[in-house]
Structure formats: structure tokens, C-alpha cells
């Protein structure tokens, strides 16, 4: 089963992906984390994009589209959970080009809709494990007294670049703009779902798996 997990800035995308990574041996393609990644590996791409995430503004369809087909061409999986792929309608399109390349189809897009103010206070209190990616936060769930990643035991920890107020409204901004159309887009294709995503994380987990099962 290949899913999308739609949804704005701070929406648990990366939090829900990652459970479905452990439960039903998924993987996570996360432009976001893959554009990180070339970033702090120094690569000349990474370079190019630093200041534009930063801004919170979008990087080029040529950059995420490559990125993804290369991932695709490269894993292999029983299912993908795409995390912040697709963001434009150009993207939408060249996804479903990829999978049908593959014989593949895409089954469900699910949306994760939160208010904008729960946003802002979830993602200026997010960190991630330097290690494994593990997320934070300092309200809702705290790095553990110990100071050691739940997951992988490592005890350092990252805030992102664009966790700010003023790159966040840029990049709700862009989610407005360009990414929230791919909702009626998917509708069309009779593949859209819509979960609330206010709430504890294991409610919102099951009621991800009642739209995946249904
Ligand atoms: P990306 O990394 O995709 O960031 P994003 O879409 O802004 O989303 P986030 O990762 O901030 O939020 P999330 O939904 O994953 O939330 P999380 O689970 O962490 O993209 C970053 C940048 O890269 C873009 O701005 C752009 O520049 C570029 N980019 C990436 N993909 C691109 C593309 N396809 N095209 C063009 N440019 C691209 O949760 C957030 C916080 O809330 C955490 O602290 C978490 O612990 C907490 N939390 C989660 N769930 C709950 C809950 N239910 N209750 C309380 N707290 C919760
Ligand atoms: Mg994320």
C-alpha cells in the first residue's frame, strides 16, 4: 500500500509516519528529511537549498521530483508513506507518472487537519534525535529525564533551522497556497481521507488505521 500523509507544517506527518514505519513495515520517503540530509552532508544541492528552507519558501519540483525518483528506483518496499511529497500539483503529477512507471498505484491520501495556532506552539517546541530522528516536544512529549533518546539511547538533540514564528508563516503560507489544492485533487481521484489531528498521538494513530483499513 502506498500512502500520502498530507498536511501543514507541524501536522504529525513525521510523527505518524514513524509509527507506521514500526507497525506495518512501511518506508518513509520525507523530502524534507532527504533535503536535510544533503544539507548537512555539505553535497552542492544541500548547499543550494539551505537558505531557501530556512525561509520556509518551497524548493524546486526538479530537486524533489529527482530526489524521489531516486529513492524509488533504489528501494525496495511493501509500501511507501510519502511525508511531505507531494507539495505542487507538477509534483502530484509526476508521482503518479513514478508509480504507474512501476506498476504501482497510489491507495490513500490521508489529510491531517490542525488549526494554525496549534501549529505555531507545536513547532517551536519540536526537537529531533541527532541519531535517529525520534521527535520531540517540550510540551506535549518531552525528551526523557535521563536525556537519552527513547529509541536509540543517543543523548543529542536538533532544532530545526526554519522552527521559527517568522519562517513558519512563510511556510503555512506556501501550504496554503500551493499544497492544500492537492486536497481536491486527491478527492477527485476518490483516494482523499481527512483526520483530525488535534489530540493525543495514539488516537490520531488509530484513526489513521481505520482510514487505511477501511
Ligand atoms: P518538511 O520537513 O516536510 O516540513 P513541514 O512540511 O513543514 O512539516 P514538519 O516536518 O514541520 O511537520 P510534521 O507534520 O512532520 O510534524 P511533526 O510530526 O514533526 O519540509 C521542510 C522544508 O523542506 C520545506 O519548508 C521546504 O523548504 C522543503 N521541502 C520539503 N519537501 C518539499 C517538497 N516536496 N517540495 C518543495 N520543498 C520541499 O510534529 C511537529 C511537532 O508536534 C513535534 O514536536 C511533535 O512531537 C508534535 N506533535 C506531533 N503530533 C502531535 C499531537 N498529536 N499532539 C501534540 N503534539 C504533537
Ligand atoms: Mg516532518
Do not use: W
Amino acid at each position: 500500500m502506498n500512502i500520502i500523509l498530507l498536511g501543514p507544517p507541524g501536522a504529525g506527518k513525521g510523527t505518524q509516519a514513524r509509527v507506521l514505519v514500526e507497525e506495518r513495515n512501511m518506508v518513509q520517503l520525507s523530502t524534507g528529511d532527504m533535503l536535510r540530509e544533503a544539507k548537512d552532508s555539505g553535497t552542492e544541492m544541500g548547499q543550494k537549498v539551505a537558505a531557501v528552507m530556512a525561509r520556509g519558501e518551497l524548493v524546486t519540483d526538479e530537486i524533489v521530483i529527482g530526489l524521489i525518483r531516486e529513492k524509488l528506483e533504489t528501494t525496495k518496499a511493501e509500501g511507501f508513506i510519502f511525508d511531505g511529497f507531494p507539495r505542487t500539483l507538477k509534483q502530484a503529477d509526476a508521482l503518479a507518472d513514478l508509480l504507474k512507471d512501476m506498476g504501482q498505484t497510489l491507495d490513500k491520501v490521508v489529510e491531517l487537519r490542525v488549526e494554525d495556532e496549534a501549529l505555531v506552539k507545536r513547532i517551536t517546541a519540536r526537537s529531533t534525535c541527532g541519531n535517529c530522528g525520534e521527535v520531540y516536544n517540550d510540551i506535549t512529549k518531552p525528551i526523557p529525564a535521563d536525556g537519552k533518546c527513547e529509541k536509540c539511547g543517543n543523548t543529542a538533540f536538533k532544532r530545526r533551522a526554519d522552527d521559527n514564528e517568522e519562517s513558519l508563516k512563510k511556510r503555512l503560507m506556501e501550504y496554503y497556497k500551493q499544497t492544500s489544492p492537492l486536497i481536491g485533487y486527491y478527492y477527485a481521484l476518490r483516494v482523499h481521507s481527512r483526520v483530525d489531528g488535534l489530540g493525543e498521538i495514539d488516537a490520531i494513530k488509530s484513526s489513521i488505521a481505520e482510514k487505511l483499513d477501511a
